[in-house]
């Protein structure tokens, strides 16, 4: 009993619900950026299950609450925009802005570290630069090193494309996107280049092999 209790209070520590609500956030960031493999999506919805706990709690601001998901709306909008972080900045604010409304400010026990806010925010901000600057990188790496090799290049589907899934092609795991749902297992040719994700089609030559 008394682990339970424990692990309930801690469970419904302002600090803790925010913790575990905007790191659930991210890994569905992360799963809209990256999708199909599973394994952000497991994550995202472990971490919101575990927040939402303190969520119906705790006195929640549901003007703060929209802003942390606008906040997360403009980073995703960044990696597919790139406006060169000013969605970015705009997401940070949002998301600072929205961390300090999401609790009323009574009772007293329930607000904030502004140190916690300051810190997530400045964290959230940097991890988001620094990935945008990585996929920019890879974008023109890919470039230099010609992505266009794997046009023709034939593998499977290591999950289901709906229309986007992953796919395993040279001996590799992409992200891949099709016209066509296709099923796990399922054979597939590249037919074409978006981005860093390919773009795949039902390979009719069943029985040649993966590369």
Known sequence: MEVARTLWELLINPNVT?????AGLWFVVLAWIVPGTGVAESIAVVLLALALIGLVQLPINGAGLLLIALAMGLF???FHVQS????????????????????R?????????R???????????A???FALSMGVK????AVRTGMEHLIGARGYAATDLKPEGAVQVSSELWTAVADEPIKAGQEVVVVGLEGLRLRVAR??????GNQ
């Not at 140190?115 to 901000?125: E, P, Q």
């Open 138 to 141: 890879a974008q023109k790496l």
């Open 76 to 78: 995703v909008a960044e």
């Open 18 to 22: 925010y913790v575990l609500l905007i």
């Open 115 to 125: 140190w916690l806010v300051a810190a997530t925010t400045l964290s959230t901000l």
């Open 127 to 129: 991890f988001a630069l």
């Open 105 to 113: 400010p009574e009772p007293e026990a329930v607000r904030l570290s």
């Open 84 to 103: 060169h972080g000013a969605m970015a900045l705009g997401g940070a604010a949002a998301l600072a802005v929205g961390s300090l409304l999401l609790f």
């Open 203 to 208: 390979d009719g030559l069943q029985g040649n």
